[in-house]
């Protein structure tokens, strides 16, 4: 199965700060159509994941562009650009490309 | 507006048998893939299942085959997971959430709990 490599594993971080968390897989996520399967969640707490990037950088409607993502085959980012509160929770990547579907182990932001 | 909500959850004793339930609403639920996914205590998610629109393909985690069966129904917007022979280690958060062909993985219910112990 992919393994999924989500780093770090908590961050603290001022508001109007930038955050960044690292997926690594260990093989490519490109799919046979070229896209490249890797999603980015926000869990907040007491509510249901959320979709924030599908394919790598393609943000959900509706999700602010403080968020992007960014990266290729095996190693990609997900960058905050200004951080605010409500923006607290448990991110995780997860991969689409090959069955088992696998997830990073998530990061844990606060705020300072 | 989209909304899955997981039933079901409970205690139940090793060896035993389990059903969980999610009803969809605010989407055509008969087109869509869906998946049953579960976050193991103190550990990250684990993918559990997934089920083609009309029922015709079923997918397991290698560890699950034979003991967990996903299945759907659609007349009545509703996905199933039955766990089977149940361990402690199938302790676990199990979330019912829909695939999006273009999106992934785009929408989550909230979850229901399952405690095996004896």
């Known amino acids: 199965e992919i393994v999924m490599t989500q780093t770090p594993t908590s961050l603290s971080v001022i508001p109007g700060q930038a955050a960044s968390i690292s997926c690594k897989s260990t093989?490519?996520?490109?799919?046979?159509?070229?896209?490249?399967?890797i999603y980015w969640y926000l869990e907040r707490p007491g509510q249901s994941p959320q979709l924030l990037i599908y394919d790598g950088f393609s943000r959900i409607p509706d999700v602010p562009d403080r968020f992007s993502g960014s990266g290729s085959k095996t190693d990609f980012t997900l960058q905050i650009s200004r951080v605010e509160a409500g923006d607290v929770g448990l991110y995780f990547c997860?991969?689409?490309?090959?069955?088992?579907?696998?997830f990073g182990q998530g990061t844990r932001l606060e705020i300072k | 507006e989209v909304h899955l909500v997981e039933s079901g959850g409970d205690l139940v004793q090793p060896g035993g048998s389990l059903i969980l339930s999610c009803e969809a609403s605010g989407f055509t639920f008969g087109a869509y893939w869906m998946t049953w996914v579960r976050r193991l205590p103190g550990k990250g998610l684990e993918w559990v299942a997934n089920i083609k629109p009309d029922g015709g393909e079923e997918n397991y985690l290698d560890s699950m085959k034979g003991r967990f069966i996903i299945s759907r129904d659609n007349a009545h917007n509703s996905l199933f997971l039955q766990l089977n022979n149940v361990r402690e280690e199938d302790t676990a958060i199990y979330y019912c959430?829909?695939?999006?062909?273009?999106?992934?993985?785009?929408?989550w219910g909230l979850g229901t709990h399952v405690t095996v112990s004896s």
């Open positions: 093989e490519s996520l490109v799919n046979r159509d070229g896209a490249t399967n």
């Open positions: 959430a829909r695939v999006d062909l273009g999106r992934g993985v785009d929408i």
């Open positions: 997860m991969q689409g490309v090959k069955l088992p579907w696998t």
